[in-house]
């Protein structure tokens, strides 16, 4: 069964400090991996999606790598900003399963202070 | 576009009341999803519904819990009868490639 971590939980940073946060997957057999930003009393924004064939995936500030042998990704985010304080969740959809079937984190929250 | 559009916002009901949750997904996307957070369990996918059929149900609990999706505009997910360990905030995402959309959500607390 697929087991999806993110270590930290939490994190605080100071505003303009580059954030690295981390995901890891027990099965490399994944179709795809998602990282998501939540915010309080809201649903599921999707930042990037990865396929299995790519290595990494850029929108703005945002970087996300994808290392499938070692069961890991991580989702950089640039000169951070207070407007970037949330919840970051990352999922992981597997080779066997259905479509949408996706396998969450718990996910990190960040904290940047002005 | 106003995304996926999620009633109620909130749902306070006592042990033994029905519940019906209600979505209304984005136009033009064929893919529905029912999810419920908790802290305890995360995120977990309920049903999944493509072109209005249901794909995948394996993730709803019990048979206490239904969800319909009559047209491709709009779907339900109703809880009959409620139990305290059902309060959660359960999110409708829509998608029409791999990328999702989701609702903001409904609280739902069952006394």
């Known amino acids: 069964k697929q087991e999806v971590t993110q270590i930290p939980a939490a994190l605080s940073v100071p505003e303009g400090e580059n954030l690295v946060l981390n995901c890891s997957f027990t099965?490399?057999?994944?179709?795809?991996l998602q990282w998501f930003r939540q915010d309080p009393g809201k649903g599921l924004t999707s930042l990037l999606l990865?396929?299995?064939?790519?290595r990494e995936q850029t929108s703005g500030r945002l970087n996300a790598s994808l290392d499938k042998s070692s069961g890991r990704s991580t989702l950089y985010i640039a000169a951070s900003q207070p407007g970037d304080s949330a919840t970051y969740l990352c999922?992981?959809?597997?080779?066997?399963?259905?479509?949408?079937?996706?396998?969450f984190g718990a996910g990190t929250q960040v904290v940047v202070t002005p | 576009d106003a995304g996926v559009i999620q009633s109620p916002r909130h749902e306070v009901t006592e042990m033994g009341q029905e519940v019906t949750l209600r979505c209304k997904p984005i136009?033009?996307?064929?893919?529905l999803f029912w999810y419920r957070q908790t802290m305890m369990r995360g995120l977990e996918l309920l049903i999944y519904f493509n072109n209005n059929v249901p794909i995948d149900d394996s993730g709803m609990p019990e048979d206490r819990f239904s969800a319909k999706m009559p047209n491709a505009s709009f779907s339900t997910l109703k809880i009959q009868p409620s139990e305290p360990r059902d309060s959660a905030v359960y999110f409708c995402a829509s998608s029409r490639n791999e990328k999702l959309f989701f609702g903001s959500g409904t609280q739902l607390s069952v006394l």
């Open positions: 099965d490399s057999a994944i179709y795809n």
């Open positions: 136009s033009g996307h064929n893919s």
């Open positions: 990865i396929q299995s064939s790519q």
């Open positions: 999922a992981v959809r597997g080779t066997t399963d259905s479509w949408g079937k996706l396998q």
